[in-house]
């Protein structure tokens, strides 16, 4: 009976053994494919940020040509070194721009199971709109009726003389009085303006204001007179596009938002100037998109996968 009951035991201890022995290869297993799993992971969401990153900066550039989005985006590309990874960029100008990346991603224990490594891709795609909403505009306007014609000398009115009523535009941003508005123009409004909203015009004398504020941009541009290719060039102003809102006694009191444009100074003033010379410019900024907005040559970037 002892010895039934001895190698009993020895049989149950056998048995333990090898379980215990299968349930730690089975756990190793599992930690082995988790650690790979979260390589995979990690290495697809980093690839998936260089991707948004990519079409975001390229979209920057599709006033331009094709060719400056896609040198943008492999540049984007090389500074994440994942230029390697490009399958393809797809460019549709003034419109939108996708991204397409794919690499192979070396794996750990998973190479025990003849697995060596796992493809992961990534997929990005932007495209700019009309902007309906930016904070730093100037407190100028120019009425939505007025055909624009990219690259043409302009005069934008900064006085009521010589003009018919509401094709110029001064506007009170965050209030009136003279220097809030030379404030603005100097440095853009603050804060953010959108298309519906309703903003009362700037009465007064405001050319000498106008005249400093203009001269400030220019002296602080560090970039050769012409050059508008700097989205930080100080010349480069935004401006909201409106429509009369309260017009009455030929005084224009109040405009309604429409849309936005980018006006690039190309002159200072003289201290006879009553107009700000320069041209309007296609290109894209910081703002949101906005329905119903007027498209004016200012453009917004998003994202939409």
Known sequence: MRAAISRFAREERGSTIVLGG??????????????DGGILYAQRSHLQKVANAAALS????LTADQAKVTAVVDDILEQHHERTSLVRTT???????????RKAVPLGFARLLGKDSATVSAEAAAEVLPMGAAAGAAPLGIDESIPLEYLKP?????DSSGVEAGYFGILALGGPGASTYESNLMHGYPSEIKVGDIIDTQTGNIAGKTRAAVKYRID???YPPGDYSHRDSPRVILIP?????N?????LKHIEVTGFAYFYITEPMSSKDTSITGMFLERTGTGFTKSGT????????????
């Open 241 to 245: 596009v409106y429509r009369p809102y």
């Open 91 to 101: 460019v549709t100008p003034k419109t939108g721009v996708r991204v397409q990346l």
């Open 22 to 35: 299968m349930s730690l290869l089975l756990l190793l297993t599992v930690s082995g494919l988790v650690v």
């Open 154 to 158: 302009y005069k934008l009115k900064v």
């Open 247 to 251: 017009h009455n006694s030929n005084q």
């Open 220 to 222: 602080s541009d560090p």
């Open 294 to 305: 007027v498209n004016k040559g200012a453009y917004a970037i998003k994202l939409v996968e």
């Open 58 to 61: 390229g979209a920057q550039e």
